[in-house]
């Protein structure tokens, strides 16, 4: 059994920086990062694998966010950086038993409580 909490999330002006962190209590393999905005699905921001550390990102945040992770503390990070008032979610740390990348939520079995990010403009 995984459990994963998150902290880090936060009030910030356009175009500033939070880092996000996902603890785990248990292996994960590969782990990622989702958002859900109010009255939309969530969806998909970042995943990192186990072994080699192969990363993937959505189109929305390319260039902008980094995905990171210690397997050494068992925790994951997100930095994020030039925020956009429309990066304004809650954002929720998953991880799943199997490597691959993944951007399907139903292809992770454990979730976080999930941290509320405001970015203001």
């Known amino acids: 059994q995984v459990q994963l909490i998150e902290s880090g999330g936060g009030l910030v002006q356009a175009g500033g920086s939070l880092r996000l962190s996902c603890a785990t209590t248990?292996?994960?393999?590969?782990m990622g990062w989702f958002r859900q905005a109010p009255g939309k699905e969530r969806e998909f921001v970042a995943t990192i694998t186990w072994n080699d550390n192969s990363t993937r990102y959505a189109d929305s945040v390319k260039g902008r966010f980094t995905i990171s992770r210690d397997n050494a503390k068992n925790t994951m990070y997100l930095l994020m950086n030039s925020l956009k008032p429309e990066d304004t979610a809650v954002y929720y740390c998953?991880?799943?038993?199997?490597?691959?990348?993944?951007?399907?939520?139903?292809?992770?079995?454990?979730w976080g409580q999930g941290t509320q990010v405001t970015v203001s403009s």
């Open positions: 248990g292996r994960a393999y590969t």
């Open positions: 998953a991880a799943r038993n199997i490597g691959g990348i993944s951007t399907t939520p139903q292809m992770y079995g454990y």
